[in-house]
C-alpha cells in the first residue's frame, strides 16, 4: 500500500530546515511548519499538499535566510556541524555534551551536578591521545575527555577546528526540498497524504 518512500534525513537535518523556515519567515510557512514531522509519526493531508509545494517554491525562491554557525575544518573549510537551535547547539550526547553555538564550540561535562561546561573555544586543535582519551587545546586553556574525536567518521579527524558564520541560500536545502517535492508529487497522482514513519 505504499506508492513512494523517501527518506527526508536525520532528526537533526529535519530540524535544521525547520530553523530555516522559522527565521526566514515563519509566517510564509505556516503548512510546512505544522506538517512537518516533530515525531516517528503524522502526515500531510492530500488536501494540504498544493500549499506545501507553494511555500517550497517560496522558500527556493524568495527566502531570505539568515546566516548560520557552522563548527569547520580550519584546514579545508569542510563543515561538520551547523547550530541547531531546538538541540540548544549539541550535536554529541553522552558523559560530555558537545556542540556549537553564538559562543564557540562547547563541551558540556554531565557528570558533574550540576553539568558544567569544562571547554569553550571559537578555534581550537583537537589531537587523538593514547588511552581513547581526546585533547582539545584553544582560547588559552587545554582539557582531556575520553571521547571519540569530532567527525570521527573521517579517515583522518581534522586537527584545527573553528567556529564560522556562514551564509546560507535555499540551494543547501536542496535534498531536502527535493525530497519532499517528491512525496508531494506522489501525494498528487494518488490523491493520498505523505505519512510519517
Request: charged share 25%; proline share 7%; hydrophobic share 45%.
Amino acid at each position: 500500500m505504499k506508492f513512494l518512500r523517501e527518506e527526508i534525513g536525520a532528526w537533526a537535518g529535519v530540524r535544521y530546515f525547520q530553523q530555516a523556515l522559522r527565521e526566514a519567515d515563519d509566517s510564509a510557512f505556516p503548512t510546512l511548519l505544522r506538517y512537518l514531522p516533530k515525531t516517528n509519526d503524522g502526515w500531510i493531508p492530500a488536501a494540504e499538499v498544493p500549499a506545501v509545494l507553494a511555500e517550497l517554491d517560496h522558500f527556493e525562491h524568495r527566502a531570505r535566510l539568515s546566516d548560520e554557525i557552522v563548527l569547520v575544518d580550519e584546514v579545508t573549510g569542510d563543515a561538520f556541524y551547523s547550530y541547531i537551535k531546538s538541540y540548544r547547539g549539541v550535536f554529541a550526547w553522552g558523559h560530555y555534551n558537545l556542540g556549537v553555538g553564538p559562543d564557540g564550540f562547547f563541551v558540556v561535562d554531565n557528570r558533574a551536578d550540576p553539568p558544567a561546561t569544562v571547554f569553550r573555544a571559537r578555534r581550537f586543535e583537537q589531537r587523538v591521545l593514547p588511552g581513547g582519551e581526546l585533547e582539545l587545546t584553544g582560547d588559552g586553556q587545554t582539557v582531556r575527555l575520553a571521547t571519540t574525536p569530532i567527525a570521527n567518521y573521517l579517515p583522518v579527524p581534522p586537527q584545527r577546528l573553528a567556529v564560522q558564520v556562514r551564509s546560507r541560500t535555499a540551494a543547501d536545502f536542496a535534498r531536502m526540498v527535493g525530497t519532499l517535492r517528491r512525496l508531494c508529487a506522489a501525494s498528487l497522482a494518488t490523491g493520498n497524504p505523505v505519512n510519517w514513519i
